[in-house]
């Protein structure tokens, strides 16, 4: 193994991160850019000092990789749309809507112009309902105690 990271040049640095990034493309979390670009500074810094060793080069690529990957995740933290929707659900809590739907498929009630999943109680077309939870993007509702 000793013999392997000896023979690295600094171009294999600029290869590894450039299919880290290519890599990144397809995992859109963030994680593989941040290493990516860790192996391209690597890669320059070992054509600028090519006296370092193969164990600093890994020191190097380890600690500006972690470092990389923390500051990223404090400061350009990823959105994922299943967050953005369970937040969207959430914002139905304590509002009242209509079954509209009941069948193999699901239970489904109007809110706005779409039709949202809903669970909780036994329903009935044309039933008035009341949101009081979400379990992601699905409403848990129950009968409107206003509705009589």
Not at 24 to 49: D, P, Q
Request: glycine share 6%; hydrophobic share 50%; with cysteine.
């Amino acid at each position: 193994m000793e013999v392997f990271f000896a023979t690295i040049d600094y171009w294999h640095w600029l290869v590894l991160g450039l299919a880290l990034v290519i890599i990144e493309l397809f995992a859109s979390s963030t994680f593989f850019l941040w290493m990516g670009v860790s192996a391209i500074m690597v890669g320059i810094l070992y054509k600028l000092f090519p006296s370092l060793s193969w164990q600093i080069q890994l020191l190097l690529f380890s600690g500006l990789s972690i470092f990389s990957i923390f500051l990223a995740k404090k400061y350009f933290p990823v959105k994922t749309i299943d967050n953005e929707l369970n937040v969207r659900a959430k914002r139905h809590i304590g509002n009242i809507y209509t079954v509209v739907s009941n069948d193999e498929h699901g239970t489904k009630i109007k809110v706005g112009d779409s039709l949202w999943l809903a669970k909780g109680c036994d329903m009935h077309i044309g039933q008035r309902v009341k949101v009081i939870d979400t379990d992601s993007v699905t409403l848990i509702v129950e009968p409107d105690s206003n509705n009589s």
